[in-house]
């Protein structure tokens, strides 16, 4: 291992935006880090660019942990999405330089393999249950253990999760965001539907999964929970938003369905209370967002103590660099739950060649040394950034809500 030459950032927009983060090192040698923060790219950009990359020339690139106490202590201003990312790209980087170093796969410095693959969860939605129904389908037939179905609401004209593209989900859009309309009671009311005919046509062998969107209260979240039981999910995500870890208490004692938070965290303070108190199931942090394998490990190490189960953001905002990183953590790490996954267009898996692969419901992080993603930068810099933005949500009076 040797000394940090140089390092650069990359935009890319192969079908959506993606950020990379590029370390090169004296003996020719490079690491690579997911730095995308959908629709805020370009803060992690110039983050990167102004702020960290002229601190790493010349640092020893085997310090991985020193160079993550020196960005998140040694920045004064600590945590937030945008520095978390950031950080979370360099470690990244650095975790697949020490592996390519030591001529193996990242998994094998993590602890080695815990599993013979990475359980993973497609995403199937349609217009109406019916659709929603044979899209599940679909997914079973292709080998997924696991499926999450989103549906659209009767009287809404969209809803999170219901695609406009019939192969590829993708949320972000207009450089200024659109303006979606939101109703809980529509919702409230038709999401037990949905999965009472799931179950009705699959039976219960396919693990199902629901992701709210943090749109709903506390004690609408525990209403949602209870009626969802008798389908038995593998989990209901983000219920409501999670900056009050204690109003988890609320669902909590109201229903069994287990609980998945944190793919907006970006540290182990936000999810700490829900963790200790058993408020939570899954815990959905991913390397880039809060803060890479570093810390990702410390977080689901406090999981583990407490029977929560990683199950780790994997939309398409993520990039493969992101899921490549991601799988070696998911191959080792001992309270692994599951990985969420969902197809990068052909566009973008012809800039980012790797050597991770989906096999009959499984992701297998492959072999290659670090963690086996490399970018095309040729082919990158044929796709120039363009700024999209995640929508804005509005119930039907007008008033701003979650999106
Ligand atoms: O809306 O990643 O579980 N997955 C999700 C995603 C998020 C996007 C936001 O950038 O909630 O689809
Ligand atoms: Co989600």
Same mark, same amino acid.
């Given at each position: 291992?040797?000394?940090?030459? %140089?390092?650069?950032?990359?935009?890319?927009?192969?079908?959506?935006?993606?950020?990379?983060?590029?370390?090169?090192?004296?003996?020719?040698?490079?690491?690579?880090?997911?730095?995308?923060?959908?629709?805020?790219?370009?803060?992690?950009?110039?983050?990167?660019?102004?702020?960290?990359?002229?601190?790493?020339?010349?640092?020893?690139?085997?310090?991985?942990?020193?160079?993550? $106490? @020196?960005?998140?202590?040694?920045?004064?201003?600590?945590?937030?999405?945008?520095?978390?990312?950031?950080?979370?790209?360099?470690?990244?980087?650095?975790?697949?330089?020490?592996?390519?170093?030591?001529?193996?796969?990242?998994? +094998?410095?993590?602890?080695?393999?815990?599993?013979?693959?990475?359980?993973?969860?497609?995403?199937?939605?349609? %217009?109406?249950?019916?659709?929603?129904?044979?899209?599940?389908?679909?997914?079973?037939?292709?080998? @997924?253990?696991?499926?999450?179905? +989103?549906?659209?609401?009767?009287?809404?004209?969209?809803?999170?999760?219901? &695609?406009?593209?019939?192969?590829?989900?993708?949320?972000?859009?207009?450089?200024?965001?659109?303006?979606?309309?939101?109703?809980?009671?529509?919702?409230?009311?038709?999401?037990?539907?949905?999965?009472?005919?799931?179950?009705?046509? @699959?039976?219960?062998?396919?693990?199902?999964?629901?992701?709210? /969107?943090?749109?709903?209260?506390?004690?609408?979240?525990?209403?949602?929970?209870?009626?969802?039981?008798?389908?038995?999910?593998?989990?209901?995500?983000?219920?409501?938003?999670?900056?009050? +870890?204690?109003?988890?208490?609320?669902?909590? &004692?109201?229903?069994?369905?287990?609980?998945?938070?944190? %793919?907006?965290?970006?540290?182990?303070?936000?999810?700490?209370?829900?963790?200790?108190? $058993?408020?939570?199931? @899954?815990?959905?942090?991913?390397?880039? /967002?809060?803060?890479?394998?570093?810390?990702?490990? +410390?977080?689901?190490?406090?999981?583990?103590?407490? $029977?929560?189960?990683?199950?780790?953001?994997?939309?398409?905002?993520?990039?493969?660099?992101?899921?490549?990183?991601?799988?070696?953590?998911?191959?080792?790490?001992?309270?692994?739950?599951? $990985?969420?996954?969902?197809? /990068?267009?052909?566009?973008?898996?012809?800039?980012?060649?790797?050597?991770?692969?989906?096999?009959?419901?499984?992701?297998?992080?492959?072999?290659?040394?670090?963690?086996?993603?490399?970018?095309? %930068?040729?082919?990158?810099?044929?796709?120039?950034?363009?700024?999209? &933005?995640?929508?804005?949500?509005?119930?039907?009076?007008?008033?701003?809500?979650?999106?």
């Amino acid at each position: 291992m040797s000394r940090i030459a %140089e390092a650069r950032v990359i935009a890319t927009c192969p079908g959506r935006n993606f950020i990379t983060l590029k370390v090169v090192t004296e003996d020719g040698l490079h690491g690579l880090g997911d730095a995308t923060l959908n629709g805020r790219e370009m803060a992690v950009f110039s983050y990167l660019n102004d702020h960290v990359i002229p601190t790493l020339i010349g640092r020893d690139a085997a310090r991985i942990e020193d160079t993550w $106490q @020196y960005l998140y202590r040694g920045a004064y201003w600590r945590r937030g999405p945008v520095t978390m990312t950031a950080i979370g790209a360099v470690d990244t980087a650095l975790w697949d330089l020490k592996a390519k170093a030591a001529g193996m796969p990242l998994y +094998q410095l993590l602890g080695g393999r815990s599993r013979d693959g990475v359980l993973c969860y497609g995403h199937a939605n349609g %217009e109406d249950v019916a659709a929603t129904v044979e899209e599940v389908g679909r997914y079973l037939k292709l080998g @997924y253990k696991a499926v999450r179905a +989103q549906c659209g609401v009767p009287g809404l004209p969209s809803t999170y999760g219901v &695609s406009k593209d019939k192969m590829f989900y993708e949320p972000a859009g207009a450089a200024v965001p659109e303006e979606n309309v939101w109703s809980s009671e529509k919702y409230l009311n038709s999401v037990p539907e949905l999965f009472s005919a799931l179950r009705k046509e @699959y039976g219960f062998t396919p693990h199902l999964l629901h992701d709210v /969107h943090h749109r709903l209260t506390p004690i609408e979240a525990g209403r949602l929970g209870k009626a969802l039981e008798p389908y038995a999910l593998f989990w209901m995500e983000d219920p409501t938003p999670a900056e009050n +870890q204690e109003s988890f208490r609320l669902i909590r &004692s109201h229903t069994t369905t287990p609980l998945a938070v944190g %793919e907006i965290f970006n540290a182990i303070w936000d999810c700490k209370d829900l963790i200790e108190n $058993q408020l939570i199931d @899954y815990i959905r942090c991913t390397v880039t /967002h809060a803060g890479g394998i570093t810390h990702l490990r +410390q977080i689901a190490a406090l999981a583990a103590l407490h $029977q929560v189960r990683t199950g780790c953001h994997g939309a398409t905002d993520l990039s493969p660099v992101s899921m490549g990183a991601a799988l070696h953590f998911d191959l080792s790490v001992p309270n692994f739950g599951i $990985q969420e996954y969902m197809r /990068h267009t052909p566009e973008t898996d012809a800039v980012f060649p790797r050597a991770w692969r989906f096999d009959n419901g499984y992701l297998h992080p492959g072999e290659a040394p670090g963690h086996g993603v490399d970018i095309n %930068e040729a082919l990158a810099a044929e796709h120039p950034y363009r700024p999209a &933005s995640l929508p804005v949500n509005r119930l039907e009076d007008g008033t701003l809500w979650h999106w």
